[in-house]
């Protein structure tokens, strides 16, 4: 039989020995000794502390010779304290002294948790950053040659003026560093080396408004598309249409991206556009509507083809 029960934190050789006497409520074990009952007692009243010693002793050989309970003997300290507690030190070898405790509210604990989220976050996206660059750096600089070895033949006056230029003529230490601080204090990502007169800001200014205006499209589309898919295959669950949407999302992401758009021009452009001419060239010439639809679209099918290889 085990009891849980707790120790003392007294130096008294008692040690709860009056526990285990007939006559105490706390002894739960039907146990009963009478000598046991009288060592206790006696030993209550002792004056002497050899005398007290030897009698506890004497009920203690009794207790574990009779063995009424198992004693299980651990000595830990345990603290569960929530995160919202500051001020709050475990104590050392059971020792509690008086401790100034400051409790958050549930806002404020999220409100923490949520920026040091964001700045562990912001800080690895700065280590990441800072690795790519130093890679590329190294990476870049191992290469033979330069940027402008190639097969027509600069002259050297010509070849150190664009060395200058693209500080290529300075030492790889301070080529790192000077373009490092380029980018991180004046966002400055140099001269653009397969546009001439063109910096790299100006290339990504030129084409940032096309790009955000295509991105946004797309993320609209895929949104609206997207839900009203779910929507529909969450109502409509194991139907015709719930297999068609889960067929279809399925084959969307199995195709590459390049076959989509190859196939969104042949839609777009070719087919939808020659059957819009057909029907112009039926409205304004009626005697020209018996012909094929490749014949049709032949001009259109240059006109566009054209367009593709200007662009």
Same mark, same amino acid.
């Given at each position: 039989?085990?009891?849980?029960?707790?120790?003392?934190?007294?130096?008294?050789?008692?040690?709860?020995?009056?526990?285990?006497?007939?006559?105490?409520?706390?002894?739960?074990?039907?146990?009963?000794?009478?000598?046991?009952d009288?060592?206790?007692?006696?030993?209550?009243?002792?004056?002497?502390p050899?005398n007290?010693?030897?009698?506890?002793?004497?009920?203690?050989?009794?207790?574990?010779?009779?063995?009424? $309970?198992?004693?299980i /003997?651990?000595?830990? +300290?345990?603290?569960?304290?929530?995160?919202?507690?500051?001020?709050?030190?475990?104590?050392?070898?059971?020792?509690?002294?008086? #401790?100034?405790?400051?409790? &958050?509210?549930?806002?404020?604990?999220?409100?923490?948790?949520?920026?040091?989220?964001?700045?562990? &976050?912001?800080? %690895?996206?700065i280590?990441?950053? %800072?690795?790519? /660059?130093?890679?590329?750096?190294?990476?870049?600089? +191992?290469?033979?040659?330069?940027?402008?070895?190639?097969?027509?033949?600069?002259?050297?006056?010509?070849?150190?003026?664009?060395?200058?230029?693209?500080?290529?003529?300075?030492?790889?230490?301070?080529?790192? %560093?000077?373009?490092? $601080?380029?980018?991180?204090? &004046?966002?400055?990502?140099? %001269? +653009?080396?397969?546009?001439e007169?063109? +910096? $790299?800001? #100006?290339?990504?200014?030129?084409?940032?408004?096309?790009?955000?205006?295509?991105?946004?499209?797309?993320?609209?589309?895929?949104?609206?598309?997207?839900?009203?898919?779910?929507?529909?295959?969450?109502?409509?669950?194991?139907?015709?249409?719930?297999?068609?949407?889960?067929?279809?999302?399925?084959?969307?992401?199995?195709?590459?991206?390049?076959?989509?758009?190859?196939?969104?021009?042949?839609?777009?452009?070719?087919?939808?556009?020659?059957? #819009?001419?057909?029907?112009?060239?039926? &409205?304004?010439?009626?005697?020209?509507?018996?012909?094929s639809?490749?014949?049709?679209?032949?001009?259109?099918?240059?006109?566009?083809?054209?367009?593709?290889?200007?662009?």
């Amino acid at each position: 039989m085990a009891r849980k029960a707790w120790v003392g934190d007294y130096p008294d050789p008692n040690t709860f020995l009056d526990m285990w006497v007939t006559d105490n409520p706390q002894s739960n074990t039907n146990w009963s000794n009478a000598e046991y009952d009288r060592l206790i007692t006696q030993a209550s009243t002792e004056q002497d502390p050899a005398n007290r010693m030897a009698m506890l002793r004497n009920a203690e050989t009794l207790l574990a010779t009779e063995l009424p $309970v198992i004693p299980i /003997y651990f000595y830990t +300290s345990s603290e569960l304290a929530k995160s919202n507690i500051d001020g709050f030190a475990p104590p050392a070898q059971d020792l509690h002294p008086l #401790q100034v405790l400051r409790f &958050r509210s549930d806002s404020e604990c999220s409100m923490r948790d949520a920026t040091g989220y964001l700045l562990k &976050r912001s800080l %690895w996206m700065i280590l990441t950053l %800072w690795a790519v /660059y130093t890679v590329s750096f190294v990476l870049m600089r +191992s290469v033979p040659g330069n940027p402008f070895a190639g097969d027509r033949n600069i002259p050297p006056s010509i070849e150190r003026q664009l060395k200058a230029r693209y500080n290529l003529d300075a030492p790889p230490i301070k080529q790192y %560093w000077d373009y490092l $601080v380029g980018v991180t204090t &004046r966002f400055d990502l140099g %001269w +653009s080396t397969r546009l001439e007169d063109y +910096s $790299v800001n #100006q290339v990504i200014a030129e084409g940032y408004p096309v790009s955000a205006t295509l991105a946004i499209f797309a993320l609209v589309f895929a949104i609206i598309l997207g839900v009203t898919a779910g929507v529909i295959s969450a109502v409509y669950r194991r139907t015709t249409a719930d297999v068609a949407l889960m067929f279809a999302a399925v084959l969307g992401i199995a195709i590459p991206n390049f076959v989509l758009a190859s196939l969104a021009i042949l839609l777009f452009v070719f087919i939808i556009t020659c059957e #819009q001419l057909m029907r112009k060239d039926c &409205r304004s010439a009626p005697s020209s509507c018996g012909m094929s639809c490749p014949a049709r679209c032949c001009r259109s099918s240059r006109i566009w083809g054209r367009r593709l290889r200007e662009f």
